[in-house]
């Protein structure tokens, strides 16, 4: 298994390195921005106040803006799960359908390695990739806070909003890789996956202003996200629910691909039942 692990990991090295480089290099900018922000406190405090708090909902809020918690939620922590989203999203319905639409999954498996650890070796290898991805961007974030005059939050403090962001990404490529297992191709499963966070992404921004909207967001993970504002501590329940309902696509994926007819290649179709034919008798002439 741990020959499978290093293969994907090879495989997402540039995903890794394209991923991780650009966002650190965005937190980086942001911890440092965070010095003119408060420079300019009064100015920004009253233009944030004429915004309406509708549009600021999907930004953290912004009453806190000037917060260390709330700045990182607001500048970072608040959108980020949408943009980092798309690698989890797609490393997920592609970890398997991705060589089975090449055509390449099948010759994989013929080698002497189990179903088991085949899929257990590869779904480690996405998640360490995605870990590695986050924790450059940490990296990047305490090097801004070392340089910042007005942020003073240590290592561990920054880093418990990437836990949070990591269990929450992680349910949505357990999610994207149980949807490639139920749907006919990679692109679909890709789709849904992305409406869903997308949506949820919505719906929790939109839940403090309309009471149907807050109970419908009680069942979407981005409910139990912190943001920023787990650098005041994590929440264990939370964690544990992202964390359970990953592993529980995790393991419906896992029961699906033991007894799953790998195709040859392409994508695959809905299996519709076919209509009868119906057959009209002319009249038998006297």
């Not at 257990?120 to 961007?137: F, Q």
Request: aromatic share 12%; proline share 3%; charged share 15%.
């Amino acid at each position: 298994m741990t020959a499978v692990i290093l293969h994907m990991l090879r495989r997402s090295t540039g995903a890794i390195l394209g991923w991780g480089l650009s966002l650190a290099l965005l937190g980086f900018y942001l911890m440092q921005f965070y010095d003119t922000l408060a420079d300019q406190r009064a100015m920004i405090e009253q233009l944030i106040s004429q915004y309406p708090p509708e549009l600021m909902a999907f930004f953290g809020g912004g009453e806190n803006a000037f917060s260390p918690q709330g700045y990182l939620s607001m500048e970072f922590f608040s959108i980020i799960p949408v943009v980092i989203g798309i690698y989890a999203i797609l490393s997920g319905c592609s970890l398997l359908l991705g060589d089975e639409e090449a055509g390449i999954l099948d010759l994989l498996l013929a080698h002497p390695i189990s179903r088991s650890r085949f899929f257990l070796g590869r779904v480690a290898a996405i998640a360490t990739a995605l870990a590695v991805i986050l924790g450059i961007v940490w990296i990047a974030f305490i090097g801004g806070v070392a340089v910042s005059e007005e942020l003073n939050l240590s290592a561990l403090e920054l880093l418990r909003p990437f836990i949070a962001l990591f269990a929450l990404l992680f349910l949505f490529q357990s999610l994207s890789l149980f949807l490639s297992m139920i749907l006919p191709s990679r692109s679909m499963a890709a789709l849904v996956s992305g409406l869903l966070l997308v949506g949820s992404y919505f719906i929790n921004a939109l839940a403090g202003f309309d009471e149907t909207v807050k109970k419908v967001s009680a069942y979407l993970p981005m409910k139990y996200y912190q943001s920023g504002y787990a650098v005041d501590g994590l929440n264990s329940d939370w964690l544990l629910r992202l964390f359970g309902a990953g592993l529980f696509f995790v393991a419906l994926t896992w029961a699906l691909f033991l007894r799953r007819d790998i195709r040859v290649s392409g994508e695959g179709s809905w299996r519709l039942p076919a209509w009868p034919r119906l057959r009209v008798q002319g009249r038998k002439s006297t």
